[in-house]
Each structure stands twice: as structure tokens, then as C-alpha cells.
Nanobody, 119 residues
Framework: QVQLVESGGGLVQAGGSLRLSCAVS????????IGWFRQAPGKVREFLAR????????MYSDSVKGRFTISRDSAKNTVFLQMNNLRPEDTAVYSC????????????WGQGTQVTVSS
């Protein structure tokens, strides 16, 4: 089992920044990647970024590349999503997820944290 807990969401004005955290616990040695996703009301869940748990390689969706940065504090088993130059269309519930080794799925999810960007 892997547990993920997001924090750091809130209300921010357009152009502002937020840093989301994803605290990871449990069987962390079984993790391959950690990913960040978001879902706005009435829209499908959108992939944002992923980070390889062991090697730190990163990948981003085109929609956030250059504005969002995924990183990790290895000592604290925490993955961050630094979000800069936020726009009202970034308003959504943001969630992190864990992909386990030998899995093609995102196997575990956090509960999500709300981000609201006002214009």
C-alpha cells in the first residue's frame, strides 16, 4: 500500500504562484513514478507532470511546460508541484498519484487539493 496526501492548495490571484506538496508514505520502494493531475468541474482529469521516484527524470504536459515544475525532497518523501504565473483556467482539484513498478496504471491516488485562481 502507498498513501499520498496533498496540501498547499488555496485561492490565488491570476499571475500568482502556489506550491503543492504530495507526502508519500507506505511501500515507497515499490513506486516507479509520481504524477500530478488536475480536474476542473465538468472536465476530464488532465495529466500535468510526472517524476521518476528513483532517478528524478521529469516529464510535463504541453499545457503547463515552462510554468509548472515538479520536484522531490527525497529525505521527506515529498513531491512538489511549483506553479507559477497561474491563470483562471488553472482552477481545478489537483491530485497526485503513484505508479508502481511493473504497472501501467496510476495505482494510488491522494484525496486532492483545491486550487482557485481569481481574475
Amino acid at each position: 500500500q502507498v498513501q499520498l496526501v496533498e496540501s498547499g492548495g488555496g485561492l490565488v490571484q491570476a499571475g500568482g504562484s502556489l506550491r503543492l506538496s504530495c507526502a508519500v508514505s507506505g511501500r515507497t520502494l515499490t513506486i516507479d513514478d509520481i504524477g500530478w493531475f488536475r480536474q476542473a468541474p465538468g472536465k476530464v482529469r488532465e495529466f500535468l507532470a510526472r517524476l521518476s521516484w528513483g532517478g528524478g527524470r521529469t516529464m510535463y504536459s504541453d499545457s503547463v511546460k515552462g510554468r509548472f515544475t515538479i520536484s522531490r525532497d527525497s529525505a521527506k518523501n515529498t513531491v512538489f508541484l511549483q506553479m507559477n504565473n497561474l491563470r483562471p483556467e488553472d482552477t481545478a482539484v489537483y491530485s497526485c498519484a503513484a505508479n508502481l513498478r511493473d504497472s501501467y496504471l496510476w495505482d494510488y491516488w491522494g484525496q486532492g487539493t483545491q486550487v482557485t485562481v481569481s481574475s
